[in-house]
């Protein structure tokens, strides 16, 4: 811990005097983790989920060794377009938790702040732009973005264009799930393709998307066959595989890669052994740096993360062949898109699929979406007998912390939930 302490210090440090040797920093101490990962990774973890690791590192240098191949994406951008126009995901949630893990956000978001940023803005999203505005992150070929589920997006991206001077696109996802909206948002997807075409060179096939459609449809049927597989299952974790899983499967979706590690996966699950511990469902982010949840969920025999809201956040039925169709579908009826009561409803399908035995609701500072849904979601989950914790936090910038609370919370939820099941457990 000392030393990722004092690797984040220089970094800040040098972001204020020459972000470019701050951004080489940067990119050595990423490059030596994923030869960690590679060649020493955490045995306790199931081999594909080491796999994972290695993946998602090598997704986060990518813009840092080659950024004029990489486009700047929102989460939930449909990427297998950008993927067949050569086009690498940069993206700003993930890249964040990165620069968090690497104890160097503080100095961004206070960047952001003082330039007029609001501190109630997500801190992923100010942790990016504070990055991008001292220049240690580097310019990106395009934007591509939508206004899902995150009113930030609207701001962040706009500045990033204004502050590369690079194009952008914006897919505009109205909140109502109907036919109209999905072919409105398939023909921005259209006009998505004549745009990256130009911005690239390079001729995106209708063949070539296609498959990558295929693929996205296998390796999601294949994850839900993964979650459910799980159930009975003891998989301990730690805190940043569920989010690996949850950034993948939007960002790589369509990719080679992410159908070898479920495919990988399927082959673990099968191997591991019956359950043991709690399985807890997490909806929303996960504060991956919080000692007390670390000390709650990570590698616990009695508890463990049984699945992250992130991973699954729309149904696979769609029709990979109309691949403009199948993009828009997905977003226009995706699970965190409408009213709260759509994303409840889905959590609770979710959870019951790996057979939780409670669930967490993660109240990240700053997302309206999750809190103002929060009496609901316990009262909607409760009703289906799977206990609920809310639990406040930030997913990103520790100062919003709270850990003598988070601990003590999180601690007496789990210990209910042993209580529960020496009383004979819930109704089925």
């Known amino acids: 811990m000392q030393i990722i302490e004092t690797y984040g210090k220089y970094i800040e440090k040098w972001a204020n005097t020459n972000p470019d040797r701050a951004r080489v920093l940067l990119k050595l101490g990423w490059e030596a983790q994923n030869l960690k990962y590679k060649f020493t990774p955490d045995k306790r973890l199931l081999p594909a989920d080491r796999y994972l690791a290695h993946l998602m590192m090598n997704t986060m240098l990518m813009p840092l060794k080659n950024p004029q191949e990489c486009a700047i994406v929102s989460i939930f951008t449909p990427c297998e377009i950008l993927h067949e126009a050569g086009l690498h995901p940069y993206n700003v949630e993930a890249f964040s938790c990165y620069l968090s893990a690497s104890n160097a956000e503080r100095a961004f978001l206070q960047q952001a702040e003082n330039t007029g940023i609001s501190e109630t803005l997500c801190s992923y999203h100010k942790t990016f732009l504070g990055a991008a505005q001292k220049k240690i992150l580097p310019k990106p070929k395009c934007i591509v973005y939508t206004n899902l589920t995150c009113d930030a997006n609207l701001l962040t991206f706009k500045t990033l264009a204004k502050l590369y001077d690079v194009p952008a696109f914006a897919i505009d996802v109205p909140m109502q799930q109907n036919e109209d909206n999905v072919k409105y948002v398939a023909d921005q ?41 799980s159930a009975d299952k003891d998989i301990k974790t730690d805190l940043v595989t569920p989010l690996f899983a949850g950034m993948t499967n939007n960002i790589l979706l369509g990719t080679k890669e992410e159908e070898k590690y479920v495919d990988q996966l399927l082959k673990d699950i099968e191997k591991a052994p019956e359950k043991k511990g709690k399985k807890i469902y997490w909806m929303h982010t996960i504060p991956f740096w919080s000692g ?137």
């Open 189 to 229: 997807i259209r006009d998505l393709k004549v745009f990256l075409e130009k911005c690239t060179g390079k001729t995106i096939t209708e063949d070539g998307l296609k498959e990558r459609m295929r693929r996205s449809k296998r390796t999601m049927d294949k994850f839900i066959e993964c979650q459910k597989k």
């Open 292 to 428: 007390a949840v670390q000390e709650a969920l990570a590698f616990n025999e009695n508890a463990q993360i049984a699945g992250c809201e992130l991973s699954r956040t729309f149904e696979p039925d769609f029709d990979p062949e109309d691949p403009y169709d199948a993009m828009a579908r997905r977003m226009v009826y995706h699970g965190l898109n409408g009213s709260a009561v759509r994303r409840i409803e889905a959590g609770i399908r979710h959870a019951k699929d790996v057979k939780a035995d409670g669930a967490v609701w993660f109240g990240h500072w700053g997302c309206k979406h999750t809190l103002g849904a929060a009496q609901l979601a316990k009262k909607k989950f409760e009703e289906a007998r799977i206990p609920m914790l809310l639990l406040d936090g930030d997913g990103c910038d520790r100062s919003h912390g709270g850990e003598g609370q988070t601990s003590t919370r999180l601690g007496a939820f789990l210990e209910m939930l042993g209580a529960e099941e020496m009383e004979g457990g819930q109704d089925e």
